[in-house]
């Protein structure tokens, strides 16, 4: 069974090496989040302007109007029709800036929101790394029954083997083990939160 052995050694392998890559994604995706927010409290910020500019304006309107009301000379009700318009062309120019940068950063956020690493994804590969133990620890109590050997748990929990193919398979199993915690690290209740709390923001 030793080529049996090989390819779940490198099966394992592989699933290290997948796991590095997520959490260097993790470490980029928390950085972009961390960006997120600091444009998000520009937005915010800018929206309020917005508003405070469009309170501004309907004020003005007001008095506008008030204007026109009561009988002014011709002249001075062409200068406040003048005024009136510029105003009124001003704030909707602003408005429509501040719109298109809104909707623009929205669909950036959304995209890099939907890069990041899926829940379902980590579900299998734990899962993934479930089967593999099973199969590998399968493997190895055939190949001592085979054998007429007996693997028994030790008082510190350890497999009994004999020869250096079954240490090797008990190492692959531990390994396998200490795989599965840190992909039990990755899933960040909190991080994910965050997240999702910010695109529902969005």
């Known amino acids: 069974h030793e080529e049996e052995y090989m390819s779940l050694n490198l099966r394992n392998r592989k699933l290290e090496e997948e796991l590095v890559t997520r959490k260097s994604a993790e470490a980029d995706m928390a950085d972009k989040l961390l960006e997120q927010q600091h444009k998000t409290l520009e937005l915010r ?3 309020e302007q917005s508003r405070a500019r469009v309170d501004r304006l309907e004020n003005r309107i007001v008095e506008l109007e008030l204007l026109v009301e009561s009988p002014p000379d011709p002249g001075v009700a062409s200068h406040c029709s003048e005024n009136k318009k510029k105003n009124l062309e001003q704030v909707v120019e602003g408005l429509e800036r501040v719109i298109l940068q809104l909707k623009a950063d929205n669909q950036k956020y959304k995209r890099e929101l939907e890069s990041r690493c899926d829940d379902k994804e980590l579900k299998r590969l734990k899962k993934k ?16 029954v085979s054998k007429g050997e007996v693997m028994k748990p030790s008082s510190s929990c350890e497999l009994k083997v004999n020869g250096p193919l079954e240490v090797r398979c008990v190492e692959l199993v531990q390994e396998n083990k200490k795989l599965r915690a840190a992909l039990t690290d990755l899933e960040d209740e909190g991080f994910w939160d965050e997240v999702e709390a910010l695109q529902g923001r969005m």
């Open 45 to 47: 910020f800018e929206r």
């Open 129 to 144: 790394v479930q089967d593999l133990q099973a199969e590998l620890t399968s493997k190895v109590l055939r190949s001592n």
